[in-house]
């Protein structure tokens, strides 16, 4: 085998006849060499996708160089060397190109392809083949399959492989199912078609019921409404009549209410009686004369008001000391006098020491310092008039101060100059209550001769309608009844209009035409009449449209022949699926029965040959072997007569059991002519030493008639075998 596939990149594997031994240690691709033994037979499916958990084998094979995948398998099959070649055109349909010629000559092999390869030179199917032949150590166990029933089916019976229990069991089920299965398939279907058929008939005879009773109830109803229909016409011919009748009241009272207006316009027209507008300006005017009039009244107490403030600002000037003078000269004389003295004792002292010391002179002089006696007397009397002239200045300036206050009525000369400051203070209040009442005067004045001027032009535009109006109330009283009489003409003329409005509405309502009988009037009122009228419509439109929702609601159910038609159809394919359902669910009894009998024919030889072969690789351990139809094991322990379940078991006898029945499979079930090789992935992992080496001395016996490939990751198997002739030990490295 030559194999560009997963890791294995263009690597070559020459094998042997016999048992070949490949070893290898892990990761080194022997279970890529296995399965790509198994892609070169039978190819790889291209359709596989990868899911949870699972790796398409395209895509887990795949060459890791990232060439196209490939491979080359030489083999020997009916005596003659064949060259089988796989090659990859397109990524997704790896190994798709196939060849197959005979070697030497390059013929192509007739009949062979790409699709029957494996089934061609092995005998078997790829399923077979990979639940019997293709041992690996995770794949020990024995799974039941179509394709292995039918090989099984093949041996023990007419020897054809084109039928299977399983298959034919899950045809029939699927027949079975498809007439019923719980709440599913043709029949429940049926019965639903035809209950609801029964429910459809039940509903169009309660229609139809209901349909009868709305159209009954319908007639009664219209003939009701025709009845109330005429009441409610003689109630309209008697308003009619009482129409016409108020219409001609009607024109009569327009007509009254016209002519009255008209008399009342001309009679103003002769009596000159002044328009609204006229009346409402002047009355306006005399509204507005009553404000000027309070207005006056106002000013003039304004006036009085401020002339009264005059009178007090006079009075408090001429009660101040200062009357009848000028701010100015008050203020001169208030400080004209002063509270200090004309001559401080600062300039007296020259006068009092001058005069002392011309006493003090003179009086050396009498005394006989020089000078005449005369002399000395003159010059004594000046003395003392030099010494008493200042004190008696001072003493006239207090006489003259204290008149001065006294005639101010003040105790200081400060006080004095206050009453200054306050008269000049009086005086300019007096000024400005001079100024304010000569403002109000003014006023008061303009004010009064407008009420006048206003007055004498209302009444003399008064006059010309009103000669007897010669004052303002008599005025105003006159206009009041001018407005009155223009209120009269606007209330005749506003019902003349309204009379002639209601005798047009009249006009409009009432008929074009009086009635040809009288009018009689109705027993009942109107409203009781349209009330029950409009009860009985409402009524009407009800059983209306029952009568229609049930007439649709029949044509949506249908023909009540039709569904009773459709219905006897329905029955009798029932009638059939429940005689088809019978008919298989009897064949499955059947076929079951016979495959039991199958299995019981099969199973004992299976169970005898698995347990020859589980004897001798346990050494003795185990004697029988049961098999159940489902590929369930159970084995004997020898002495103890009690078969136990193959799950009991441990890991190694386990495996040792599932090997035994592989090879008792492929002994009864692959083709003996083919020599069908077998390919074992480290199915002896979990075997001890002695069990090893008896499955070893089984398989180098079993070798004889088959190939058998063996790999291993362990060295003991090549170690057991390594010096045996018919034994071929390959050992594989990384690099191979």
Sequence with gaps: MTATFGKLQGQTLELRDGLNIIEAPNETGKSTWCAFLTAMLYGINSRERDRAGFIAEKNRYAPWAGTAMSGRLDCLSDGRELTITRTTRRQTAPLGEFQAVYAGTGDAVPGLTGQNCGETLLGVGREVFERSAFIRQSGLTVTQDAGLERRIAALITSGQEDTSYTEAADTLKKQLNRRRHNKTGLLPNLEGELAELDRQLQEVSAAEDQLSQARSQARQLEGREAALTEELAQHDRWESARKRQALTQAETAAREAEEHAVSVRRQLETEQIPGNDTIGRLRGAIVNLETVRKSVDKARGERDEAMKALLRAEAAVNENPFAGQTAEQAWKSATSISDSKPWPLSELLPSIFLGIFTLVFYAAQILGMGGGFVDALWGIPCALAA??????????????????????????????????????????????????????????????????????????????????????PTADALLRQCAVRRRELQEAEAAAR????????????????????????????????????????????????????????????????????????????????????????????????????????????????????????????????????????????????????????????????YLAVRLAICQLVLPQEREVPMVLDDALANFDDARCAAALDYLTREAQNRQILLFTCHSREADFLENRPEVAVWRLTEAL
């Design 387 to 472: 010494l008493l002239i200042p004190f008696y200045k001072n003493r006239k300036w207090k006489q003259e101060t204290a008149a001065a206050l006294k005639k101010h009525n003040v105790s200081s000369a400060a006080e004095l100059r206050e009453k200054a400051v306050a008269y000049a203070d009086l005086l300019k209040a007096q000024e400005a209550a001079q100024a304010n009442a000569n403002a109000k005067a003014a006023t008061a004045d303009a004010l009064y001769a407008s009420l006048t001027s206003n007055e004498q032009g209302i009444l003399m535009e008064v006059r010309r309608f009103a000669p007897a109006a010669y004052d303002i």
């Design 498 to 657: 309204e009379a002639r409005m209601r005798s047009d509405l009249q006009a409009q309502e009432a008929p074009q035409a009086p009635e040809d009988l009288e009018a009689q009037p109705p027993a009942r009122s109107r409203e009781a009449v349209s009330g029950e009228l409009d009860a009985v419509r409402a009524a009407l439109a009800q059983a209306r449209s029952a009568a229609d929702r049930l007439t649709g609601q029949l044509h949506t159910l249908g023909d009540p022949g039709a569904l009773r038609e459709r219905r006897a159809r329905l029955e009798e394919q029932r009638v059939q699926l429940e005689g088809e359902y019978d008919a298989i669910r009897m064949a499955m009894e059947t076929l079951e029965s016979a495959n039991t009998t199958l299995q019981n024919r099969f199973s004992p030889a299976l169970g005898r040959r698995a347990a020859e072969i589980f004897r001798q690789l346990t050494g003795g351990r185990y004697e029988g072997v049961v098999l159940d139809r489902q590929f369930r094991l159970s084995a004997e322990p020898a002495g103890d007569g009690v078969y136990r379940d193959a799950q009991l078991l441990s890991a190694g006898a386990l495996d040792q059991l």
